[in-house]
């Protein structure tokens, strides 16, 4: 497995260690020779509370995910519920069927499978972590916060055709877009947070 880190904005104190120890503990995939696999790291400026309340939402991943239209669910958001996802224009697809593997609730971990749809992602599942972290920060206040270390992991067939390099890249590059628009709402979310505490004080 290779592990990829992200680019961050903010000064985590997770050292690289601990890091290893969740991926090594929550996203360990068994590979066959015709697949490829990869790990990716997010550090996100906001509370895992309101990470997670993104990223648990099986039923709606287009809250943060770019890429998904519309999402109808099949099932009791149990293990082995099935959502079908339509994709936006511009992808090499239109739709996907992704069944829930694992929900979490306690130690902030989702798993899916990819079970069909008109794409190359054969055999594709996935499994995102959510860990707190103390940021450190050096603004005005220079204060403290709650922020979240996000780590994304997959594996999938390689396509005939294709490389592995290739297929890593291409699946690393969508994984990347919706970690950085799960950032991006999710510290909106936690600056609204603020603000709403701030005013009720």
């Known amino acids: 497995m290779e592990a990829n880190g992200n680019e961050s904005l ?5 050292s690289q260690s601990q890091e290893r120890e969740f991926i090594r503990r929550h996203h360990q995939h068994e590979l066959l020779h015709n697949q490829c696999s990869s790990t990716l790291v997010k550090h996100i400026n906001a509370p895992v509370h309101i990470v997670w309340s993104l990223v648990r939402r099986f039923d709606q991943p287009q ?13 009791n958001m149990e293990i082995g519920t099935v959502r079908e996802v339509d994709v936006k224009s511009g992808l090499p697809a239109t739709r996907s069927t992704e069944r829930l593997e694992l929900l979490d609730d306690n130690e902030h971990i989702l798993s899916i499978r990819i079970v069909g749809g008109d794409h190359r992602l054969k ?3 996935s499994i995102i972590s959510l860990h707190p972290e103390t940021i450190g920060g050096g603004g005005g206040g220079g204060g403290r916060t709650g922020g979240t270390l996000v780590i994304e992991s997959f594996v999938v067939d390689v396509p ?20 950085k628009s799960l950032a991006d709402i999710s510290e909106r979310l936690a600056v609204q947070d603020t603000t709403t505490e ?4």
Not at 63 to 75: A, L
Not at 198 to 201: A, L, Q
């Open 198 to 201: 701030s005013e009720t004080d």
């Open 160 to 179: 005939e055709g294709n490389t592995k390099d290739e297929t890593c890249y291409f699946v690393e590059a969508l994984i990347k877009c919706n970690l």
């Open 63 to 75: 809250k943060y995910k770019p890429f998904i239209s519309r999402c109808v669910v099949k099932g």
């Open 123 to 125: 055999n594709y599942s």
């Open 10 to 14: 903010v000064n985590p104190n997770l």
